[in-house]
């Protein structure tokens, strides 16, 4: 990857190639506990559902995060921006009754 520069590559190719290399060492991670299962037992159904159910609830769980994370990146800055019109409609409204 280091190479990449040298050779004038495109950016976007660089962000691809890094997230592709970043994926592949996080579902080797993921997947590194349920294999680990196998090891000290011989390869059977429980066991194969076990590593699929594993994998499924760190996948939903890691999808929960950044759906959170996301809809508090996009939905607050609307929030805030309601907040600040609702407080200058507000501050308007009293300073009119006021004078």
Known sequence: MSGTS???ADKNL???VFGESVLNDAVAIVMYQP???FHSRPIDM???LY???YFLVR???CDIIKTSILLTRVCLPFALAIADDIRGLMGNRYRDSST
């Open 35 to 37: 294999m680990l299962s």
């Open 51 to 53: 590593a699929i159910s």
């Open 6 to 8: 040298e050779m004038g």
């Open 59 to 61: 996948i939903l769980g």
């Open 14 to 16: 660089y962000n691809l």
């Open 46 to 48: 429980h066991g194969v």
